[in-house]
């Protein structure tokens, strides 16, 4: 049985993420924040596929004691998904250099710390996939004119942080290409949750109005390219950015 771990795996898309891949039978190490692993877990009815854990991603020693920790109890996983990221909650105008190294840390040194822990790992095995989570805003500028009050821009740090991942992807991949380990990630297009799409149905129109095949992302759109990529029918793709938008980014 394969083993997969997802680090952010409790939120929107990392629950249908990790849905999919226990409906193909592979044994799931779900890591998030606090208790949001282990709720899930709830929801699914404590699924034995389904292994919840508690995972502070902002501290380097925090993440090597995780992933020491999870190989000893699971062995070394066969594919990690990482899903963290940073964003300061301010505009603009508001954003401190502090807000904004904060978040960068969250968004970018904490996913090359635990992308290359794990790689590390499966260095020994000289196989593996990791599948790292990038952002239509790490390719294009959030147009200001959808985000009307009380939704705000897109933040710049989390755009700044997403065109990283994808040149991070792309390192990753050339570092480990001949020691048999893939690294890709996705760059989803307009997912908004469901609490935003019930509550602010006006924003989602205008979400709607940018993509070419007029509607917003389902949750379940972006599992199969994720498990596409962490399976052998990738084996040839290392170092690409699939892009996942609905065609956000084509026009």
Same mark, same amino acid.
């Given at each position: 049985?394969?083993?997969?771990?997802?680090?952010?795996?409790?939120?929107?898309?990392?629950?249908?993420? $990790?849905?999919?891949?226990?409906?193909?039978?592979?044994?799931?190490?779900? %890591?998030?924040?606090?208790?949001? %692993?282990?709720? *899930?877990?709830?929801?699914?009815?404590?699924?034995?596929?389904?292994?919840?854990?508690?995972?502070?991603? =902002?501290?380097?020693?925090?993440?090597?004691?995780?992933?020491?920790q999870?190989?000893?109890?699971f062995?070394?996983?066969?594919?990690?998904?990482?899903?963290t990221?940073?964003?300061?909650?301010?505009?603009f105008?508001d954003?401190?250099?502090?807000?904004?190294?904060?978040?960068?840390?969250?968004?970018?040194?904490?996913? *090359? $710390?635990?992308?290359?822990?794990?790689?590390?790992?499966?260095?020994?095995?000289?196989?593996?996939?990791? @599948?790292?989570? #990038? /952002?239509?805003?790490g390719?294009?500028?959030?147009?200001?004119?959808?985000?009307?009050l009380?939704?705000?821009?897109?933040?710049?740090?989390?755009? @700044?942080?997403? %065109?990283?991942?994808?040149?991070?992807?792309?390192?990753?991949?050339?570092?480990?290409?001949? =020691?048999? $380990?893939?690294?890709?990630?996705? =760059?989803?297009?307009?997912?908004?949750?469901?609490?935003v799409? %019930?509550?602010?149905?006006?924003?989602?129109?205008?979400l709607?109005?940018?993509?070419?095949?007029?509607?917003?992302?389902? /949750?379940?759109?972006?599992?199969?390219?994720?498990?596409f990529?962490?399976?052998?029918? #990738? /084996?040839?793709?290392?170092?690409?950015?699939?892009?996942?938008?609905?065609?956000?980014?084509?026009?």
């Amino acid at each position: 049985m394969k083993t997969i771990w997802v680090v952010g795996g409790a939120g929107y898309l990392g629950q249908a993420i $990790i849905r999919n891949l226990i409906e193909k039978g592979y044994r799931v190490l779900c %890591a998030d924040i606090g208790e949001k %692993a282990h709720h *899930f877990a709830e929801e699914t009815e404590r699924n034995p596929l389904l292994i919840p854990v508690t995972l502070d991603a =902002s501290g380097e020693d925090l993440i090597h004691q995780f992933v020491h920790q999870n190989v000893e109890k699971f062995g070394i996983p066969d594919g990690l998904v990482i899903l963290t990221y940073g964003a300061a909650g301010q505009n603009f105008n508001d954003i401190t250099p502090d807000d904004f190294n904060r978040a960068s840390h969250l968004g970018v040194t904490s996913t *090359f $710390i635990m992308a290359r822990a794990v790689g590390q790992e499966m260095e020994k095995l000289h196989k593996g996939s990791i @599948v790292l989570f #990038s /952002s239509m805003y790490g390719m294009v500028s959030p147009d200001p004119g959808i985000y009307e009050l009380p939704m705000e821009v897109n933040p710049i740090e989390y755009g @700044v942080g997403k %065109a990283g991942i994808i040149q991070m992807t792309k390192y990753l991949a050339v570092h480990w290409a001949r =020691s048999g $380990i893939r690294c890709n990630c996705i =760059s989803p297009g307009p997912f908004p949750n469901k609490s935003v799409q %019930a509550s602010h149905p006006e924003f989602i129109h205008r979400l709607q109005q940018k993509v070419p095949m007029g509607r917003v992302g389902r /949750s379940e759109e972006i599992a199969g390219p994720v498990h596409f990529l962490l399976s052998e029918e #990738s /084996s040839y793709m290392t170092g690409q950015n699939m892009v996942v938008d609905g065609g956000w980014t084509i026009w």
